[in-house]
């Protein structure tokens, strides 16, 4: 397996990453704490800044991926997924360079909730593939983040008429955080090769449709 990827289990609680870690053994990982972060998106964008490698996979601790799970998630990165979540934003993995095309994580969705469709319309928006599912073990769990704030920042910056066609009202922000400079040798799949969960669908088509005609 190749070793140019780094395993991060996120946590607000320390004893929490124990049984992720069991259930990828004998795969290294790194423990992110994650208590008193403001937001999902800034975590997760201190996770990609501290990444040592080019592939960043992310995990809750309310998942349990195995090293099978992570090969096969390497795997369709390295064929050309730009993201690869295998239980949705609970287990998913990126380049780098996705980040550095697309832009990082909006840090305007505060606390939590919306950030993973964020991302997702702007990875269509750049006709970059994306693979979505929910085939690896999950333990549901209430979720430690309010999307009252998130969903109205959402609203605002994404029109969503009933063709579902996507439309940006607001440009992203510039965090000016360092992951190197973009790498033209790394290509991406377009959009019309994702692959995503039935909820998806519909406005993925749509929008690949529009991408084509604009």
């Known amino acids: 397996m190749s070793n140019n990827y780094t395993i ?17 053994y004998p795969l290294p990982v790194n423990i992110f704490n994650g208590n008193g972060y403001p937001s999902f998106s800034k975590l997760c964008n201190d996770v990609i800044i501290n990444n040592p490698t080019e592939i960043v996979i992310i ?35 990126f380049k780098k360079e996705l980040i550095r095309r697309i832009g990082f994580f909006d840090e305007r969705f505060i606390t939590g909730g919306y950030e993973d469709s964020d991302i997702m319309r702007r990875i269509i928006e750049n006709n970059i593939s994306i693979y979505e599912s929910q085939e690896i073990i999950y333990y549901p769990k209430d979720s430690t983040w309010n999307n009252s704030i998130s969903r109205i920042h959402f609203f605002n910056k994404w029109k969503e008429p009933n063709d579902y ?4 009202l607001l440009n992203e922000e510039n965090y000016n955080y360092n992951i190197g400079v973009s790498n033209t040798n790394i290509t991406f799949l377009d ?8 909820g998806s669908k519909k406005w993925l088509e749509l929008n690949i449709k529009y991408l084509k005609n604009n």
């Open 8 to 24: 991060n289990i996120i946590v607000h609680d320390l004893e929490l990453a124990k049984p992720v870690q069991e259930s990828l």
């Open 59 to 93: 995990t809750s601790y309310k998942v349990r991926p195995t090293p099978n799970d992570v090969m096969k998630m390497l795997d369709l990165i390295n064929s050309g997924f730009g993201l690869v979540a295998t239980y949705r934003f609970a287990f998913f993995g």
């Open 165 to 168: 066609r996507i439309i940006r």
């Open 191 to 198: 959009a019309s090769h994702s692959i995503v969960m039935d």
